[in-house]
């Protein structure tokens, strides 16, 4: 089955201790990318890759980090959790990022809850 | 301004309404549009992709304007189903993201 998956699913921690959010995709998409949801924000993206070893920034990137090593995965990591990025984050993946149709359409993983305390 | 804009709701309808949704964008330079339905807790899904013609799938209508900066999503014969925050999507051209608006959310009533 053609998928987005993240792990863990919800998770609670404390201030400053480093995270690791995954998310891997079985689609041999180019794109993939994160997410926060907060309410009345909507969809803010954080990081994104064209391709392996290749990310940059989104609108909001501070106290986050991403890695491509390998085509299928894109960790999100937070070195020093923080109570603001307390949220509700997606991971989401698509074929390319070409205007043809179909090339944009994102497939989103099931999200992750994250409270900081 | 933000890039993206959409009137929150609740839009409260009953089974077997109309009903119509706009989302405004801000850069005239924007390429592909799309309606993104987002139920209770869980993840996006594509709904419908907006074409410069127009384009309709079963009881969803989605219109551009260029010329006004807006797209709009019609639901006819609303179902209860139908209950769900819908979200657009902008990609300007020359950027790679998508941006999202922060969703309108549809209430359908027995």
């Known amino acids: 089955e053609a998928q987005v998956t993240q792990n863990p699913r919800y998770l609670i921690t404390v201030t400053g201790k480093k995270l690791t959010v995954t998310c891997s995709q079985n689609?041999?998409?180019?794109?993939m990318s994160w997410y926060r949801q907060d309410p009345g924000l909507g969809l803010r993206q954080i990081y994104y890759s064209m391709n392996v070893e290749v990310t940059d920034k989104g609108d909001v990137p501070e106290g986050y980090k991403v890695s491509r090593k390998e085509k299928r995965n894109f960790p999100l990591i937070l070195e020093s959790p923080s109570p603001n990025q307390t949220s509700l984050y997606f991971c989401?993946?698509?074929?390319?990022?070409?205007?043809?149709?179909?090339?944009?359409?994102?497939?989103f993983g099931p999200g992750t809850r994250l409270t900081v305390l | 301004r933000k890039e993206v804009e959409q009137d929150p709701g609740p839009f409260n309808v009953p089974e077997g309404a109309t009903v119509a949704f706009n989302c405004t964008y801000s850069?005239?330079?924007?390429?592909?549009f799309f309606w993104y339905r987002q139920d209770c807790r869980k993840e996006p899904k594509l709904l419908m992709s907006v074409y410069s013609s127009g384009n309709e799938d079963g009881r969803f209508t989605a219109q551009l304007n260029r010329a006004s900066q807006y797209i709009s999503l019609l639901i006819r014969d609303s179902k209860l189903s139908d209950s769900a925050t819908y979200l657009c999507?902008?990609?300007?051209?020359?950027?790679?993201?998508?941006?999202f608006g922060s969703g309108t959310r549809l209430q359908v009533q027995p």
């Open positions: 989401a993946s698509s074929l390319s990022v070409g205007v043809a149709e179909g090339y944009n359409e994102q497939f």
């Open positions: 689609m041999n998409h180019e794109y």
């Open positions: 999507a902008v990609r300007a051209g020359g950027r790679r993201a998508l941006t």
């Open positions: 850069n005239s330079a924007s390429q592909s």
